[in-house]
Nanobody
Framework: QVQLVESGGGLVQAGGSLRLSCAASGRGFSITAMGWYRQAPGKQRELVAIIRDGTTNYGDSVKGRFTISADYAKSTAYLQMNRLKPEDTGEYYC??????????????WGRGTQVTVSS
């Protein structure tokens, strides 16, 4: 099983920036995609961004403000968040899809990191 650990969350004022990191660890895996979801209190979990084979996709609410990147050699993904808004507040979860061997695929979720944007 691959474990994901997020870091970089915190408290920031509206208009500020944060950079989240997600490090994957384990044995015998090959990352195929990494991404970020978030969940605000009382709301459903929503897609923030995902990167697969160099192609990125973003949730509509973060397009133009957030940038996802990945360093597969380090099994690490990043989420650069700029021009943050109070509505970006929530728990941010890292996700990863990976190959474990021929015909064997799986995925993992991290435990989350809190992002709070004050107005």
């Amino acid at each position: 099983q691959v474990q994901l650990v997020e870091s970089g969350g915190g408290l920031v004022q509206a208009g500020g920036s944060l950079r989240l990191s997600c490090a994957a660890s384990g044995r015998g895996f090959s990352i195929t995609a990494m991404g970020w979801y978030r969940q605000a209190p009382g709301k459903q979990r929503e897609l923030v961004a995902i990167i697969r084979d160099g192609t990125t996709n973003y949730g509509d609410s973060v397009k133009g403000r957030f940038t996802i990147s990945a360093d597969y050699a380090k099994s690490t993904a990043y989420l650069q968040m700029n021009r943050l808004k109070p509505e970006d507040t929530g728990e941010y979860y890292c996700v990863a899809d990976y190959d474990l061997g021929p015909g064997s695929r799986s995925g993992s979720w991290g435990r989350g990191t809190q992002v709070t944007v004050s107005s």
